[in-house]
């Protein structure tokens, strides 16, 4: 499973892919935002630092102002992926990119439906909300396994499922058992992936019991 970081903050993914746990970066309008910096600069700064797929968001709701800020967005670097959403534009765009060589990011994914739509429009990710699916009382999850079985019945959709809007390490484990392809993560969820009060107290005993031999290993 690939794990991409959900963020636009430059600082996080640079200590992030220092880990080389990193294989991706997503980003949107609202990321961007919070950020406080002009996005252009922010995107090119992150592909600079991350070897895999950067997605960049695109603003306008209508296909040739989509195709427009694609194009403008896809000049940023050669792993800038266009995020596009899930409307009837959106996928005609999409449809149009993926024809001319350009990644593209489906976002804003709801139900089955539209993943099927997606893949169809030959998206090369489709993003699935899981969290804010959970928050209005659906089952987030359910989505992700409906949509990776409705890919596996057709291999020749060849879209792969980006599990967005994790909230807690329990949405990564269950989308991993079922198959999705890549996790997209905020920063806090992966730092807490490490995490084991098990781990640290064995790494405590360990440390105290060397410490009593007197030895060192170098
Ligand atoms: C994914 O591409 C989105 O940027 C993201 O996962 C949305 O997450 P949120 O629902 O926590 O805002």
């Avoid at 220092?18 to 970066?25: I, K, Q």
């Avoid at 060849?158 to 999705?180: D, M, N, Y």
Wanted: proline share 5%; charged share 20%; hydrophobic share 45%.
């Amino acid at each position: 499973m690939k794990f991409f970081v959900d963020t636009a903050e430059v600082s996080e993914i640079r200590a992030l892919a220092e880990s080389g746990l990193l294989d991706g970066v997503t980003t949107n309008p609202s990321l961007i935002a919070k950020s406080g910096r002009p996005m252009a600069e922010v995107i090119k700064e992150i592909c600079d630092i991350t070897p895999g797929p950067v997605s960049a968001e695109v603003t306008a709701t209508d296909y040739d102002g989509m195709m427009r800020e694609g194009e403008h967005l896809g000049r940023i670097a050669s792993n800038v992926v266009i995020k596009l959403p899930l409307t009837e534009a959106g996928l005609r765009a999409c449809k149009h990119m993926v024809n001319n060589g350009v990644m593209v990011n489906v976002t804003l994914c709801f139900s089955a439906a539209q993943a099927l739509l997606a893949a169809k429009a030959g998206a090369t990710y489709i993003s699935p909300f899981v969290g804010r699916l959970d928050d209005i009382g659906q089952d987030g999850m359910q989505l992700i396994a409906d949509t990776v079985q409705i890919y596996d019945n057709y291999p020749a959709l060849r879209t792969e499922v980006l599990v967005a809007s994790i909230r807690h390490p329990i949405h990564l484990i269950q989308a991993a058992k079922l198959g999705a392809h890549v996790a997209t993560l905020p920063p806090s969820v992966i730092k807490s992936l490490y995490k084991h009060p098990l781990t640290d107290k064995g790494l405590e005993t360990f440390l105290a019991d060397w410490k009593k031999t007197g030895q060192s290993i170098l």
